[in-house]
């Protein structure tokens, strides 16, 4: 019988034809002794087979077990299509976080052979780091079309993935700068602003406003105020700001239209809170538009908070269960944002918004004595400035 035949005859443990005893020894010194066969051991293991070819060989090996796992085992006893099987095994089935790093240490020195596991952990390049990235904003950002089954959970899935890759992923800055990654972002932009107008002009045709209708609204501006977060990270807030200032104007007039006043409340509030990051990056200088942009920002908003922080607090007053209350850090947040721009203006547009802020009935709401004091200041020393000026030419010329 050759020795195939005899192999496969061989039974593991089998006393009455084994040659050889294999004894592990656990990390407990407890051994566990096995019943082998040595030319089977030769065969399948270059362990075996280097432990069995020496002149002081015996007929019983032993092994100090101090690793675990099957794949560390066949890697410390040189059992290649052992460690062939559990190579494939582990590349098809997911790993928990904390096994990554144990089965790394373990194939790390298999070279090749260890490919399939090391595939699924190498870094991407840039381009497929950007197609994923697209992908991801265009879910994020759509905008219309039919609603696959889970769409909701599907575009939060999408934003957590851009928030993660635009705060973790090393190779975004490259991918933001990307002429075809800002073209895609601000299309997407456009067509939520768009999108947007078009919402709010169909509530101004609505006889009665419904509860649908008014979420719809709402929903569209927490689409933009994600978009507003993400944008500071791509260098694109300004093109934010810039949409923001241009519908300004329409956005307002149906906001405050007459139909709407004892409605939309939650809309009204979400609608101060984007506007209040918009005043903010204009305010704090982390956009710059020019003095004009500027006046008409603030000449838009100034006077809708001034109008609605009183009446959201009145109805808070009445209403106990009234939940969209202008809380403290977001009065303080507009507050400052509004008293920074007023400050970066032209002294001729901060005399216009003072003269209209004395005036108003409602001054407790943004409180401007800070930047009042500020222009006073300022316009008293111009004025001392002008007359110095003047006095040191009258001199020169007496002089002459």
């Given at each position: 019988?050759?020795?195939?035949?005899?192999?496969?005859?061989?039974?593991?443990?089998?006393?009455?034809?084994?040659?050889?005893?294999?004894?592990?020894?656990?990390?407990?010194?407890?051994?566990?002794?096995?019943?082998c066969h040595s030319?089977?051991?030769?065969?399948?293991?270059?362990?075996?087979?280097?432990?069995?070819?020496?002149?002081?060989?015996?007929?019983?090996?032993?092994?100090?077990?101090?690793?675990?796992?099957?794949?560390?085992?066949?890697?410390?006893?040189?059992?290649?299509?052992?460690?062939?099987?559990?190579?494939?095994?582990?590349?098809?089935?997911?790993?928990?976080?904390?096994?990554?790093?144990?089965?790394?240490?373990?194939?790390?020195?298999?070279?090749?052979?260890?490919?399939?596991?090391?595939?699924?952990?190498?870094?991407?390049?840039?381009?497929?780091?950007?197609?994923?990235?697209?992908?991801?904003?265009?879910?994020?950002?759509?905008?219309?079309?039919?609603?696959?089954?889970?769409?909701?959970?599907?575009?939060?899935?999408?934003?957590?993935?851009?928030?993660?890759?635009?705060?973790?992923?090393?190779?975004?800055?490259?991918?933001?700068?990307?002429?075809?990654?800002?073209?895609?972002?601000?299309?997407?932009?456009?067509?939520?602003?768009?999108?947007?107008?078009?919402?709010?002009?169909?509530?101004?045709?609505?006889?009665?406003?419904?509860?649908?209708?008014?979420?719809?609204?709402l929903q569209s501006?927490?689409?933009?105020?994600?978009?507003?977060?993400?944008?500071?990270?791509?260098?694109?807030?300004?093109?934010?700001?810039?949409?923001?200032?241009?519908?300004?104007?329409?956005?307002?007039?149906?906001?405050?239209?007459?139909?709407?006043?004892?409605?939309?409340?939650?809309?009204?509030?979400?609608?101060?809170?984007?506007?209040?990051?918009?005043?903010?990056?204009?305010?704090?200088?982390?956009?710059?538009?020019?003095?004009?942009?500027?006046?008409?920002?603030?000449?838009?908003?100034?006077?809708?908070?001034?109008?609605?922080?009183?009446?959201?607090?009145?109805?808070?007053?009445?209403?106990?269960?009234?939940?969209?209350?202008?809380?403290?850090?977001?009065?303080?947040?507009?507050?400052?944002?509004?008293?920074?721009?007023?400050?970066?203006?032209?002294?001729?547009?901060?005399?216009?918004?003072?003269?209209?802020?004395?005036?108003?009935?409602?001054?407790?709401?943004?409180?401007?004595?800070?930047?009042f004091e500020v222009?006073?200041?300022?316009?008293?020393?111009?004025?001392?400035?002008?007359?110095?000026?003047?006095?040191?030419?009258?001199?020169?010329?007496?002089?002459?």
């Amino acid at each position: 019988m050759d020795k195939a035949g005899v192999a496969m005859t061989y039974k593991f443990g089998d006393p009455s034809s084994s040659d050889i005893l294999v004894c592990l020894k656990t990390r407990e010194g407890r051994p566990e002794w096995f019943h082998c066969h040595s030319s089977i051991l030769v065969q399948k293991s270059k362990f075996f087979a280097d432990q069995l070819s020496r002149v002081d060989s015996t007929n019983c090996i032993e092994i100090p077990c101090t690793k675990f796992g099957v794949l560390q085992v066949a890697i410390a006893l040189s059992c290649e299509e052992i460690t062939q099987s559990c190579i494939q095994y582990l590349e098809a089935v997911p790993w928990e976080d904390k096994e990554e790093e144990e089965i790394l240490k373990a194939v790390s020195g298999l070279g090749p052979l260890a490919m399939p596991i090391l595939a699924r952990i190498q870094p991407v390049d840039i381009n497929a780091t950007k197609n994923v990235f697209l992908a991801a904003i265009r879910f994020a950002t759509s905008t219309g079309g039919p609603c696959p089954p889970f769409a909701d959970d599907l575009k939060v899935s999408a934003r957590e993935q851009v928030e993660y890759m635009l705060v973790e992923d090393e190779d975004m800055p490259l991918v933001t700068a990307d002429g075809e990654v800002k073209s895609e972002v601000r299309m997407s932009l456009s067509k939520m602003f768009s999108k947007f107008e078009k919402e709010l002009g169909s509530l101004l045709l609505e006889s009665d406003l419904t509860a649908a209708a008014e979420d719809i609204v709402l929903q569209s501006l927490s689409d933009l105020e994600w978009m507003c977060n993400i944008l500071p990270k791509m260098d694109l807030l300004k093109d934010f700001v810039s949409n923001w200032i241009d519908v300004s104007d329409y956005v307002l007039k149906v906001f405050q239209d007459k139909k709407f006043d004892t409605t939309m409340w939650g809309a009204k509030l979400k609608l101060i809170e984007v506007a209040g990051k918009v005043l903010d990056a204009v305010g704090y200088g982390n956009v710059i538009f020019p003095a004009p942009a500027r006046v008409q920002l603030l000449k838009f908003w100034l006077s809708y908070v001034r109008k609605m922080k009183p009446l959201l607090d009145s109805k808070g007053s009445e209403d106990v269960g009234f939940a969209y209350k202008m809380d403290e850090d977001l009065c303080q947040s507009i507050e400052g944002a509004i008293i920074s721009l007023v400050l970066a203006l032209p002294s001729n547009d901060q005399a216009d918004i003072m003269a209209d802020w004395i005036q108003t009935e409602q001054v407790r709401y943004p409180d401007l004595s800070e930047a009042f004091e500020v222009w006073c200041y300022r316009t008293k020393s111009a004025k001392r400035r002008l007359v110095v000026g003047f006095n040191e030419i009258g001199n020169a010329t007496i002089s002459l």
